[in-house]
């Protein structure tokens, strides 16, 4: 519990947060689905969730959204406390679930006109609302078109629409690229993206390690129902301790290269190779320029260099000693 | 957002679709109409005209009965005949053969009317002649009904003055006349039985929808996203079931228009058949309410559905009218939703009961409504909610 706290308790986030919850807690009989799993999402952060099947990513949202009563913990959305009964705290939220929860035999228009006159639009707003989000996801010259005959990727984009039509302060957004194409799935990430940058607030639950790192700006990361590890990729992949890799080729005296590289500033270590120089540093982008210095002192040549950063599944690998999937 | 109106909107979303789906005319008009114009037929076709012979058995011998027997022998009622029969016994054994249907005023019925308890008046009926059978009960209940009014005013008269109503009073037992005349019109046709028979049938084995339909927005997270907005459980629910009552007079309305105009049945009173259609609407939304709270899939909530369905229909003489039933199944008919509903609507369509004379069949039917529906009220939210 304490631990968890000082996980949440962000001293940065001045600015009340969207999105709180603590120590929340669900088991289903015996099986714990949530264990304590607590964490913030700041006004037009996108926070993802980021964990393996079964980790307790859609229970957490269910607690997060009131769908589900909690066995333990708070959830105050937009300030208000949340719970099954509190429709004021789900207004301010849009959740867009992991299947296509819509009906097949309405238009996509109708879709939304239904879903949007139940978060209380009408009339000019509400068609108004209908049009924008149909243009947001792209499906504006398809809106009278049953659902039931849309592609898979389209669904999915007239998913997203009917979360967005009250302009919610927080979008729930769960799993939403599973078994989607590549080219919805980039329409999809580039949605969110556009709405992350009009200041809407959004919590994301993936698999997908790319997808955590290219859209959030803080990740939680849940395994067995309880969050092993939270910050920005940076500071996760800091937590790791094994920094980023430089290995610069080139043709010369590439000990005494080696050497010089491993007393620089923010080096972790570095090693000869056969033709190349292997650098473990804090962060790749400062220390290249001193690393290319340190070859021109050595009168090395520099044939190439290539930086690479641990990712996420690094990161989830040395936590739990297994692989995210994919 | 108030709860009302969002109730409203998934009421209306959900009526929209069930009326665009093609399973809707099938069930709901095409198939009860089709049913209920076979049926007819073999019940003694569908044409207008009452040709029946009803017997009368005066029993009785009292001023009352006798001018009863009397003025409807000698009443020109068209094809609809009423002879005069000497005994129960004789009523009994021709009603197989030349009488389609008997009354019987009961010996000692006058009588009876001064005591604590009246005699009932006795009908005689044939399975085969359901209109016949519907003739005689209309025109008996007219008949004891009036009697009980005499009653009451006289024992109401004889608080103030006479202990006991003198046969005078008795003998001025107004007679059911008009109940035979408007008998003529061809009031009592099968397919108007028939119609709203097969309509309630169709009803009750289309409430596994409700459990369907929520089962099926489970499943593909409808429920979550309908939940994750300001809409409560209760009024998911309440939403569903309005929407349970308007396909239901929808469909029941259908039915009666296109037999009103095609085989040109008479429901009766549009007021009595509106409320009494409402009313077992009602019941049939409370009862799939509860069918969605106990099934747990799509095939228990079918099976469960036409289970109650075809149980109802059966007792409740959906398949074979109340009035040609013996009196004890017609009693065991009125534990049923659409024994209720069927025994309101024969009676309006007999012209033997104005509005009023359905009350206490109305009164049933919500009675299934409020019982079912509170207790679908109270379980449904729970099954679709939180956990
Ligand atoms: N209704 C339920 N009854 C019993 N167990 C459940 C229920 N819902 C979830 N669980 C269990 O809780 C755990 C967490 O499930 P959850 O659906 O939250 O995982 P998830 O992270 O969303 O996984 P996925 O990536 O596959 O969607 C799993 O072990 C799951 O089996
Ligand atoms: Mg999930």
Not at chain 1, 235 to 240: K, S
Not at chain 2, 45 to 64: C, F, M, Q, R
Not at chain 2, 206 to 235: C, F, H, Y
């Amino acid at each position: 519990m304490p631990d968890a706290a000082t996980v949440t308790d962000r001293p940065e986030t001045s600015v009340e947060p969207v999105l709180q919850c603590r120590g929340l807690r669900k088991a289903y009989g015996e099986r714990v689905a949530v264990a304590d799993v607590g964490f913030a999402v700041a006004p037009g952060e996108t926070y993802g969730l980021l964990g393996p099947n079964g980790a307790g990513k859609t229970t957490t949202i269910s607690m997060v959204c009131g769908l589900l009563r909690r066995d333990a913990g708070e959830v105050t959305v937009a300030g208000r406390p949340m719970s099954p009964e509190a429709t004021d705290a789900k207004a301010a939220i849009g959740l867009v679930p992991q299947d296509v929860a819509l009906y097949e035999d309405l238009s996509a228009e109708e879709n939304l006109r239904f879903f949007g006159r139940l978060q209380g639009l009408s009339g000019r707003e509400l068609a108004a609302r209908v049009a924008e989000v149909l243009e947001v996801v792209g499906l504006a010259d398809r809106a009278g078109d049953r659902v039931g005959e849309y592609s898979g990727g389209m669904k999915r984009r007239a998913n997203i629409a009917a979360g967005l039509l009250h302009r919610p302060r927080l979008l729930v957004l769960d799993e939403p690229t599973v078994g989607v194409d590549p080219q919805s799935r980039n329409a999809i990430l580039e949605s969110v993206e556009a709405l992350a940058g009009e200041g809407m607030s959004v919590l994301y639950t993936t698999h997908y390690m790319e997808e955590a790192e290219r859209l959030c700006d803080r990740i939680g990361i849940i395994d067995e129902g309880r969050l092993i590890a939270e910050g920005t990729r940076r500071e996760l992949v800091a937590q790791l301790g094994v920094g980023d890799q430089v290995e610069v080729t080139g043709t010369g005296d590439l000990a005494a290269f080696a050497a010089a590289c491993a007393e620089l500033p923010g080096a972790l270590g570095a090693e000869a190779r056969d033709g190349s120089v292997v650098v473990r540093v804090e962060q790749g982008s400062t220390a290249l320029a001193p690393i290319v210095a340190a070859a021109e002192r050595t009168g090395v040549a520099v044939g190439g260099v290539e930086v690479t950063e641990p990712d996420l599944e690094d990161v989830f690998l040395a936590l739990t000693g297994k692989a995210l999937r994919d | 957002m108030s709860q009302l109106r969002a109730a409203l909107v998934i009421a209306g979303t959900d009526l929209r679709r069930r009326l665009r789906n093609r399973s809707f005319l099938v069930q709901g008009v095409v198939g009860p109409i089709v049913l209920a114009t076979i049926i007819s037929l073999a019940f003694g076709g569908v044409h207008n005209d009452i040709e029946a012979t009803i017997g009368l058995v005066d029993a009785d011998g009292s001023p009352a009965s006798a001018g009863f027997v009397e003025a409807l022998v000698g009443a020109d009622t068209g094809d609809l005949r009423f002879v005069e029969v000497d005994s129960p016994e004789e009523a009994r054994r021709r009603v197989d053969r030349d009488l389609g249907a008997a009354v019987v005023v009961p010996e000692g019925f006058a009588a009876s009317l001064r005591g604590e308890r009246p005699l009932d008046v006795e009908v005689l009926s044939d399975p085969d002649a359901p209109i016949s059978a519907e003739v005689a009960r209309a025109v008996a209940t007219g008949f004891a009904d009036r009697a009980a009014a005499a009653r009451l005013a006289a024992l109401t008269a004889a608080e103030v003055g006479d202990r006991v109503p003198g046969d005078d009073v008795l003998a001025a037992i107004d007679l059911p006349l008009e109940v035979t005349t408007t008998g003529t019109g061809g009031d009592v046709s099968p397919a108007a039985y028939f119609g709203p028979s097969m309509g309630l049938l169709f009803l009750f084995l289309s409430m596994g929808n409700v459990a369907r339909d929520l089962l099926a927005e489970k499943r593909v997270q409808l429920l979550d996203r309908l939940r994750a907005g300001p809409v409560r459980d209760g009024t998911l629910v309440a939403g569903r079931g309005l929407s349970v009552v308007a396909v239901g007079v929808t469909s029941l309305c259908v039915i009666w228009a296109v037999t009103t105009v095609a085989l040109g049945a008479h429901w009766g009173p549009p007021l009595g058949v509106v409320a009494v259609i409402l009313a077992a609407s009602l019941a049939v939304a409370g009862i799939a309410g509860l069918v969605a709270a106990v099934a747990r899939t799509d095939q228990s909530a079918d099976v469960l559905a036409s289970m109650i369905g075809f149980a109802f229909a059966m007792v409740g003489g959906a398949f074979i009218p109340l009035g040609s039933m013996p009196e004890g199944l017609q009693r065991l008919a009125l534990l049923t939703p659409i024994g209720q509903a069927l025994r309101a609507l024969a009676d309006l369509s007999a012209g033997s009961g104005e509005v009023g004379a359905v009350v206490p069949q109305i009164a049933a039917l919500l009675a299934w409504a409020v019982v079912a529906g509170g207790a679908a009220a109270w379980a449904l939210p729970r099954r679709v909610g939180a956990g």
